[in-house]
């Protein structure tokens, strides 16, 4: 390996030797010499202020798995660089961006049980690799959200002294300052299903799942770019169960919340707002009782417009829809974004400045393949796209959005992480091949 400016990039002669060496196993050096020998997967996107992407996946070294990052910048794609230790078994990678590019990625290493993190800056240099929670964490529970000024706030869960799972956090500050671990979720009960944003002067709101006698329920908090803790809030209707919680939040830092709720029966998708100063709004309902949705989906833009999605499942086919909120709370229709003779599934969902909604789910048919369709600020909705091949099957897809309405979509496909960006003004562009 080579390392300049305190960047790690991937140069793969140093690889095949290390891979050689370390791990004594031909067919490492096989597949970093054949793209078709290659198990990429796990990817993610995110977009700055300006619309540049960067990307995020997990490759294969061995026995090993190891993060890697590639940004699309001012019309270039950059080369692509390893974020996290070579020799150890990396999982889970998540990425989101400050609005100047500074992007900071967070993983769980397996090898140690910790949950880390790495600050990619503009300039293509890294920070050092960051042991952020100190201790075991529950897998596939990290998470990272940045405010537009640089901050990010980071979060995981992990088993306290009395057993019980909670969730933690801490910031990495846009100067590289590392805060305190702070305890978010109750000490003697478990939290799950974690969900956290990042408004843009830092302040950072929570939500999770607390499984506590008689149903399960989302609570939520704030931490202050200072670093004091708000209390904590019961959101959901404590009578009802609750799963699979999401959170957005505007420029000024008011809250909207997604979740699903069930009482036995059919579940239903619910929303509900939070003030910036803590003041929670009424519960919305967004689905009609009846059929069972799962897969809650939430982005908000800088002005409180929230859009939502979910999948519905009415008859033969599951079906991706959903519903949109002005400032002012009120929804609108329930619209299908999927088709209705086949499967989607696994919406991602972003939104723009100006209120344009993208999304990307996955369709099953003779294949499992990627589309996109967008919504426009006037309630119409453009045709739907293929994103990915319609011949190999590909992973669900991740879509991040940037203010200006320029977006990127990434998913893996025949051991590839693949992409597609979205430029306002011109159009959906060519797959583009990520990690090879």
Known sequence: ???????????????????????????????????????????????????????????PLGARQVVAERAFASQTLTDPDSLS????????????????????????????????????????????IIDISGATVAK????????????????W??????????????????????????????????ASNVA?????NGDATYAWVVS?????????????????????????DPIKSTSEVGVGVDASGNATFVWISSDGG???????????????????????AGSNQTRARVAVNANDQAAFAWVDRPGSFSVVRTRTRDAAGTLTALQSVSATDDDGSEPSIGIDGAGVVSYAWARSDS????????????????????????????????????????????WSRAGIVEARLFESGAGLGPVVPISS
Request: glycine share 8%; charged share 15%.
């Open 157 to 190: 869960i992990r088993t306290n002294g009395t057993g019980h799972q909670v969730l933690q956090t801490r910031t990495l500050k846009a100067d590289g300052t590392l805060t305190a671990i702070h305890g978010v979720s109750p000490s003697d009960q478990n």
């Open 367 to 410: 294949v499992v393949h990627d589309q996109t369709r967008t919504r426009l600020a006037t309630g119409a909705l453009t045709g739907i796209l293929n994103l990915s091949d319609t011949t190999t099957s590909a992973s669900a897809p991740r879509t991040a959005v940037a203010p200006n309405g320029d977006a990127a979509f990434v």
């Open 266 to 288: 059919p579940s239903i998708i619910k929303t509900r707002r939070r003030t910036a100063a803590g003041t929670l709004g009424a519960i919305q309902d967004l689905t009609p």
């Open 196 to 200: 956290v944003a990042a408004a843009p």
């Open 1 to 59: 390996m080579t390392a300049t400016g305190g960047r790690n990039r991937v140069d793969w002669p140093a690889m095949v030797a290390l891979a050689a060496a370390m791990l004594a196993a031909t067919s490492i050096v096989a597949w970093l010499l054949s793209p078709a020998a290659r198990a990429d997967d796990l990817p993610d996107v995110a977009e700055d202020g300006s619309g540049n992407a960067q990307f995020v996946w997990r490759f």
């Open 212 to 236: 506590a006698y008689p149903v399960s329920h989302m609570q939520t908090r704030t931490r202050a770019a200072t670093g004091v803790l708000g209390a904590i809030q019961d959101a959901s």
């Open 140 to 155: 596939g529970a990290t998470h990272v959200a940045v405010a537009s000024n640089g901050d990010a706030a980071m979060t």
């Open 85 to 128: 230790f070579l020799n150890r078994v990396a999982q889970a990678p998540e990425v989101d961006s400050a609005a100047d590019g500074t992007a900071t990625a967070v993983w769980d290493d397996a090898t140690s049980g910790h949950a880390q993190a790495r600050r990619r800056f503009v300039d293509g240099a890294h920070s050092r």
